[in-house]
């Protein structure tokens, strides 16, 4: 059974860099064909697909963050990291890794999450508040 676990700081300030780490453990991030990705409940809104790293190593990003989201990984630690940068009060969300989808299509790379079952393991998530 694999299990996520996001961590990371809970207030980040204005304009900083916002990185959160999810350590995988049960199964390798670099499994064939496993996608690994972040996705952030801001407080009152649907969740929101932020972006994916593959198997590869390769990685998608919605639209709307692309300029200033990257997903790293450390294979050795079977971790991937998420970094999003100039971050404002409108970051403030609830973020959660979770493996899936089973694969990206459109659907990812518009910025949307697809269907909620394709994700079938998540982290518990984590509160981030952006705020000076």
């Known amino acids: 059974q694999v299990q996520l676990q996001e961590s990371g700081p809970g207030l980040v300030k204005p304009s900083q860099t916002l990185s959160l780490t999810c350590t995988v453990s049960?199964?390798?991030?670099?499994?064939?064909?496993?996608?690994w990705t972040w996705i952030r409940r801001p407080p009152g809104k649907e969740l929101e697909y932020m972006g994916t790293?593959?198997?590869?190593?390769?990685?998608y990003y919605s639209p709307s963050l692309r300029s200033r989201i990257s997903i790293s990984r450390d294979t050795s630690k079977n971790q991937f990291t998420l970094h999003l940068s100039s971050v404002t009060p409108e970051d403030t969300a609830e973020y959660f890794c979770a493996r899936g989808p089973r694969g990206i299509s459109t659907t990812h790379t518009m910025g949307n999450m697809g269907p909620l079952n394709e994700y079938d393991s998540w982290g518990q998530g984590t509160q981030v508040t952006v705020a000076s």
């Open positions: 790293i593959s198997y590869g190593g390769r990685t």
């Open positions: 049960g199964g390798s991030i670099t499994t064939n064909y496993y996608y």
